[in-house]
């Protein structure tokens, strides 16, 4: 009977932070591998969505446009898009865990904080939602903690 509890709250330990809102420290991805990131989408990305993210013969993939667009969708989504439909014309030429690279430096130049865990395949960390990835929560009053946005347009 203990031992049942004790297994039940164990379970429920390791359940937990699957469905548990994103806390803005717990980041999604390390700094080293935005850093990683940032020479990939100079390499594979930035002659249409501009170096430092804001746009060109592609959207912009920094600030509001993107927090509208991507906001309400999974981490997952983000980069299974990326994986299939990006490059356009050569889709899926990027490996994708330097899919993953960039898209910890699309969070990073978004203001999302770093962790001390990479983004990686098959991680929960991908269910996510964007926002929560970026520290916004929708359900709790948390602005005061967050940093004022680098660039609004
Ligand atoms: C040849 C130009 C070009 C290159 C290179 C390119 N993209 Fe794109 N990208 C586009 C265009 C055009 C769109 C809009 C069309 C669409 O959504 O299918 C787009 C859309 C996107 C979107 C969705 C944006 C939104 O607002 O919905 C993401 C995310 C994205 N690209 C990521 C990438 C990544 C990551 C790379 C590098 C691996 C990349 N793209 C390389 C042209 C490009």
Redesign the pocket.
Known sequence: MTRIGLLVAVALMFAAPVSRAADPADGVYTPAQAQQGRA??GA??A???GAALQGG?????AGD??RA??GTRTLAS?VA??HS?????KPGS?PEPD?LA??AF?LQMNDAPAGTRALAAGSPLLGRRVTDALGEQASAPTAAATPAPRNRS
């Open positions: 990939l989408y594979n990305c002659a249409c969505h013969a592609g959207p912009a993939l446009h993107f667009t991507w983000l898009f990326e439909q990006m490059p356009p014309g990027v899919d960039i898209t699309i």
